[in-house]
């Protein structure tokens, strides 16, 4: 086969397979990519905010010490927020994260304790998993954090909570504008992070779940035709 042929088949394989997920990436852009909306009044954000957790019952949320979950049925946690450490679990390795000093983490591999130069890789990936995966979990109890700014931006002519987070984490920068019912309870939040090339992105927060510790935490997100499973949802004190 000439060479100018072969070519022309590669280029076509490659058009075949690209064209249309350019094409689905291009109506998806235009239909839901928006502007971070310029939010004002930080001080009745202040009191959306606390409105939003008192909603949520977050003095229990505060009192839980140990969370467990699965996250979309691939990375497995138990996290001890009074300790600050998490014990993360996907395919054959479990790191066991300190989160205030991450050097100092464990790394197992097909359950044997194991100490070489791939450590540090597999403590990255591990933190980062935590990072998204408990954000999912818990942001509503994050929204007064340190480094996190709070204003109000109008949303179908009611206030909605837009929060930035702008250090902490592994995407400082990002920022989500909480859209809550009548109760102050988050039903949705819309996305503006570094991750996502589409500004604006909706994802529900549904399927409230109260664990025996009185924390209500979500078990199903919805993002575009997508679902975000969080199982096996444990807590303690």
């Known amino acids: ?114 100490e070489d130069s791939n450590n540090a890789d597999l403590i990255k990936t591990a933190t980062d998993y935590f990072n998204n995966d408990s954000f999912w979990l818990v942001a509503p109890y994050k929204v007064l954090d340190n480094g996190v700014s709070r204003s109000i931006v109008k949303h179908n002519g ?11 984490g592994s995407t400082p920068g990002d920022s989500y504008l909480w859209i809550l019912d009548q109760d102050y309870k988050p039903t949705t939040f819309k996305m503006w992070v570094d991750i996502l090339p589409i500004g604006g992105l909706e994802a529900s927060w549904d399927s409230w779940k109260t664990t025996n510790t009185g924390a209500q935490l979500p078990t199903h997100h919805k993002l575009l035709f997508l679902g975000i499973e969080l199982d096996n949802i444990k807590t303690s004190k």
């Open 1 to 114: 086969m000439k060479p100018k042929k072969i070519l022309k088949i590669v280029a076509g394989v490659i058009i075949f397979f690209t064209l249309p997920s350019l094409l689905f990436f291009g109506f998806l852009y235009f239909k839901y990519n928006e502007e971070l909306p310029v939010g004002s009044q930080p001080e009745k954000a202040e009191i959306l905010a606390h409105k939003m957790l008192i909603a949520l019952n977050s003095a229990a949320y505060d009192a839980t010490n140990v969370l467990e979950w699965t996250f979309k049925n691939r990375h497995h946690y138990k996290w001890n927020k009074k300790e600050n450490t998490c014990e993360v679990s996907w395919k054959n390795y479990k790191v066991i994260l300190n989160l205030n000093n991450p050097n100092t983490s464990e790394v197992y591999i097909d359950k044997l304790k194991v």
């Open 158 to 168: 009611k206030d909605a909570l837009l929060v930035t987070y702008n250090q902490g």
